[in-house]
């Protein structure tokens, strides 16, 4: 039996589909973790649908909780090839959820959490027809031990814009990886804007939920109603 995802889904407040926003959570976490952000987000987004697959591994080291890939951090190339096993999984999902609301890679955005971060860039910038932004959360670009280039040239040619957020006392990733990360994508070409929150640590705050859904609006482009972002 095919292994697939799954995972809670918040329809558009508009009814009708009009572009897809997938959340991938962190290590340890689930789709519940996430599919919050939709609620605060639908004012900015009235036409987009949420989803937020659980990753198909458990947890070892959280009971109930589940990971895109296992971190021992015993391994240097550990993240290079959980990023790697999880990719087709996730474009066979990201395929399957277009398909079942009618829409294409255009309007399509992947936003991460930490390990989902991860999953997101790698995923996102290698698939056949590039999303319509990629929004990650405290994480990091993953490369292979020693590889001098982390990001291969878009296959379509087109490179999806990225927004990076990361608060500036993260202890977890530490925010030199939002800078690494940015300056990595910059030289591979992809247009890439980063957001520091100062005082946060490994989480997501108000000023980074608001940066994030302004950034998805415009990369939908979607106009913001008067007012709707100082309500977030």
């Given at each position: 039996?095919?292994v697939?995802?799954?995972?809670?889904?918040?329809?558009?407040?508009?009814?009708?589909?009009?572009?897809?926003?997938?959340?991938?959570?962190?290590?340890?976490?689930?789709?519940?973790?996430l599919?919050?952000i939709?609620?605060?987000?639908?004012?900015?987004?009235?036409?987009?649908?949420?989803?937020?697959?659980n990753?198909?591994?458990?947890?070892?080291?959280?009971?109930?909780?589940?990971?895109?890939?296992?971190?021992?951090?015993?391994d240097?190339?550990?993240?290079?090839?959980?990023?790697?096993?999880?990719?087709?999984?996730?474009?066979?999902?990201?395929?399957?959820?277009?398909?079942?609301?009618?829409?294409?890679?255009?309007?399509l955005?992947?936003?991460?959490?930490?390990?989902?971060?991860?999953?997101?860039?790698?995923?996102?910038?290698?698939?056949?027809?590039?999303?319509a932004?990629?929004?990650?959360?405290?994480?990091?670009?993953v490369?292979?031990?020693?590889?001098?280039?982390?990001?291969?040239?878009?296959?379509?040619?087109k490179?999806?814009?990225?927004?990076?957020?990361?608060?500036?006392?993260?202890?977890?990733?530490?925010?030199?990886?939002?800078?690494?990360?940015?300056?990595e994508?910059a030289?591979?070409?992809?247009?890439?804007?980063?957001?520091?929150?100062?005082?946060l640590?490994?989480?997501?705050?108000?000023?980074?939920?608001?940066h994030?859904?302004?950034?998805l609006?415009?990369?939908?482009?979607?106009?913001?109603?008067?007012?709707?972002?100082?309500?977030?």
């Open positions: 039996m095919a697939t995802l799954d995972g809670p889904r918040l329809a558009a407040k508009s009814r009708t589909a009009e572009q897809l926003v997938v959340f991938l959570h962190g290590y340890g976490a689930n789709g519940n973790d599919i919050a939709g609620q605060q987000w639908r004012a900015l987004l009235p036409g987009a649908a949420f989803v937020a697959p990753a198909v591994e458990p947890c070892g080291q959280v009971p109930g909780g589940r990971q895109w890939f296992r971190l021992t951090m015993r240097p190339n550990e993240r290079w090839i959980g990023v790697n096993k999880a990719a087709p999984l996730l474009d066979a999902f990201l395929d399957a959820e277009l398909d079942r609301q009618g829409l294409d890679n255009s309007r955005a992947l936003v991460g959490f930490s390990q989902g971060t991860m999953l997101a860039l790698h995923a996102g910038l290698r698939r056949a027809r590039p999303p932004a990629i929004l990650g959360y405290s994480g990091e670009l490369a292979a031990e020693n590889q001098p280039q982390a990001v291969p040239p878009s296959p379509s040619g490179s999806p814009p990225v927004l990076l957020v990361h608060g500036s006392e993260d202890d977890v990733i530490p925010a030199e990886a939002l800078f690494l990360s940015a300056a994508l030289q591979a070409g992809f247009p890439c804007q980063w957001h520091l929150s100062i005082g640590g490994h989480g997501i705050d108000g000023e980074g939920l608001l994030g859904g302004l950034f609006a415009k990369c939908f482009g979607v106009k913001p109603a008067a007012g709707v972002s100082a309500r977030l």
